[in-house]
């Protein structure tokens, strides 16, 4: 008895109840679907023999009509306002879609880090040969139709995210020959730079929606360092989670985990509160997720992910 009442003030990992959730999609579709900025829906790259034509589709978040959402295939800003269509050599072009005006960045078919506002973005070019550990990446940024500029340079790391308009999150080792990364803010009006760890790698960097807060992973390096930790982004000490596996956040304060498990069971959904520092354990898929392919709407409200007993995107609504 004490044992049961300790397990269900714990959160109930032991009895987590099965969260109903229910299929959107069909035919083991689709891969990489990723929600629209208003929650109502999500799109995905679906072609023939399944669709008329390539294209990007979109399916309501209660399941319902599949339509072609855009014709043309490309990367699409989180707020889509723009498209973004890495070309064959180093030139990619970003489409504003409220007009069709277009402007070029040479980034080498990298990713490109839409600050909130999507006005400004960041991007890596890096040697295109060599230990990537070792090759050198020149980070510029660019306002929206205005040349780029580098602002730092870095060895094996990049650009993760904007903390605001002018402060970029980055990691990456400061000469060739060093062990270990840095997770540091860059003021990139100034240069300045302040570090917020350092380890041997850093693994599935989160920021929160509210970019005060930070999750990362490390791994495959001493056992004090190892593991998944939570920091705030002014530079305050990192604490490590006593869970380790996948993780993204809910909202500003409320981190979503799935425990790694050995036991092929259901994926158990884990919910910390970092404010009060509280865990509740919301359920059980019933099932498991493919290929780490999930995503939780903007608005906090509900969870997609691709099943891997199916293959179909289903989508649940959170506790």
């Not at 300790?6 to 109930?12: D, E, I, N, Y």
């Not at 679906?46 to 599949?66: E, H, K, Q």
């Not at 959402?69 to 269509?85: C, G, Q």
């Not at 069709?100 to 990298?110: E, H, Q």
Request: charged content about 20%; aromatic content about 8%; proline content about 7%.
């Amino acid at each position: 008895m004490k044992r049961a009442l300790l397990l269900a003030v714990l959160g109930g990992v032991a009895h987590a109840a099965t969260l109903p959730s229910q299929p959107i999609l069909s035919g083991g579709c689709c891969p990489g679907a990723v929600w629209t900025p208003d929650s109502r829906a999500l799109l995905f790259l679906d072609g023939p023999p399944a669709r008329p034509s390539t294209g990007i589709y979109t399916v309501p978040a209660g399941g319902g009509p599949v339509t072609r959402r855009y014709a043309t295939v490309a990367f699409y800003s989180p707020a889509l306002k723009w498209s973004v269509r890495p070309g064959t050599g180093e030139a990619t072009t970003l489409t504003r879609l409220a007009d069709g005006r277009r402007f070029t960045l040479p980034t080498r078919g990298g990713d490109v880090v839409w600050n909130r506002a999507e006005t400004r973005l960041a991007y890596a070019r890096s040697a295109t040969t060599g230990n990537y550990d070792r090759r050198v990446t020149q980070i510029y940024i660019a306002d929206v139709f205005a040349a780029p500029r580098s602002v730092a340079t870095v060895y094996g790391g990049g650009p993760t995210a904007w903390l605001d308009d002018r402060t970029l999150l980055v990691s990456g080792k400061t000469s060739a020959g060093a062990r270990d990364r840095d997770l540091f803010t860059l003021d990139v009006q100034t240069g300045t730079r302040r570090t917020l760890r350092t380890a041997l790698g850093f693994r599935a960097v989160q920021v929160s929606p509210g970019r005060t807060q930070v999750a990362y992973t490390v791994s495959f390096d001493s056992q004090a360092r190892n593991g998944l930790w939570l920091q705030r982004t002014d530079g305050s000490a990192p604490r490590r989670l006593p869970e380790f596996g996948a993780y993204l956040w809910r909202d500003a304060r409320r981190l979503l985990v799935i425990p790694l498990r050995a036991d092929g069971g259901p994926h158990v959904l884990r919910q910390l509160d970092t404010q009060t520092n509280t865990w509740t354990t919301l359920g059980d898929l019933g099932d498991q997720i493919r290929q780490a392919d999930w995503q939780v709407s903007p608005d906090g409200a509900r969870m997609s992910y691709l099943s891997a007993r199916d293959g179909n995107v289903r989508v649940l609504r959170l506790p």
